[in-house]
C-alpha cells in the first residue's frame, strides 16, 4: 500500500511549505492546487469559483424575494456537492495509483481514512500567522492586522464549515491527526529533515 501524508492546516501557518518540503525530502509526489485544477478542468468550471466554493467561503449574494432566495441557495447547494462529489474522486484515483504522497487540505484525511495515511496538522500563534501573511503579501496590498486577522479567521471557519458537509469530525481537534505541528517562530526548512526521520519511522511500524 502507498505511503500517503495528508496535511490539514490553519491559513498562513506555513502548512503548505510543510507539505511541500516534506515531499521533496522523503521524495513524494505533492498534490495541493493540482487537485483544484484537475476539478475545475472536469467541471468545465471557472478555477476561482471552484476554489471559493470549495473552500466553504462562497460569498452568497441573497436576492431580494424570499423565493428566489430559496432557489439560488438550493442552486449553490447542489453545485458545492457537485464539486465536492468530484473532489472526492480525484483524491481517491490519485491514492489509487499506489504512489507515495504528499496531500495538502481538502480533508483528504477523511476521504482516504481506508488507505491509513498519516495525518498532520499544522497551527501557528495569530502574531506568527500575521507575520507570514505580510510576508507573502504582494508590494501593493495594504492590510492593517485587524483586518488580516479577520480574513485567517474567515478562511479557517470556511475550512470548519467544508469539512462539516463529509464528517463529522472536527477540524483541528488534536484527537483526529497523528501529528500536530506548531510552527510559531520555527524556520520550517530547519525541522523537516526530523519531521522526515519521523514520518519514515512511522511507516515502517
Not at 20 to 32: H, I, P, Q, V
Not at 37 to 49: F, H, T
Not at 93 to 121: C, Q, W
Request: hydrophobic letters at 40%; glycine letters at 4%; one cysteine or more.
Amino acid at each position: 500500500m502507498a505511503k500517503i501524508i495528508t496535511v490539514s492546516r490553519e491559513f498562513a501557518s506555513g502548512g503548505r511549505e510543510v507539505g511541500k518540503r516534506l515531499a521533496d525530502e522523503l521524495g513524494f509526489e505533492y498534490y495541493d492546487r493540482e487537485i483544484l485544477e484537475q476539478v475545475a478542468k472536469e467541471s468545465s468550471l471557472d478555477e476561482s469559483y471552484v476554489e471559493n466554493m470549495l473552500s466553504g467561503n462562497f460569498a452568497i449574494s441573497l436576492p431580494v424575494t424570499f423565493g428566489r432566495t430559496f432557489i439560488y441557495n438550493d442552486v449553490i447547494q447542489q453545485n458545492m456537492t457537485a464539486l465536492l462529489v468530484a473532489e472526492q474522486k480525484i483524491i481517491r484515483s490519485l491514492a489509487e495509483s499506489g504512489k507515495d504522497m504528499v496531500i495538502v487540505g481538502r480533508s483528504a484525511d477523511v476521504i482516504l481514512e481506508d488507505y491509513k495515511p498519516l495525518n498532520l496538522f499544522v497551527y501557528a500563534s495569530m502574531e506568527s500567522k500575521l507575520r507570514r501573511c505580510r510576508w507573502r503579501a504582494p508590494v501593493n496590498e495594504q492590510y492593517n492586522d485587524k483586518e488580516l486577522a479577520r480574513k485567517i479567521k474567515q478562511v479557517d471557519a470556511g475550512r470548519k464549515r467544508q469539512r462539516k458537509i463529509i464528517t463529522d469530525r472536527t477540524w483541528g481537534a488534536k484527537e483526529n491527526y497523528h501529528l500536530c505541528i506548531n510552527t510559531t517562530d520555527m524556520n520550517i526548512k530547519s525541522f523537516v529533515p526530523s519531521l522526515a526521520k519521523f514520518v519514515r519511522s512511522y511507516f515502517e511500524d
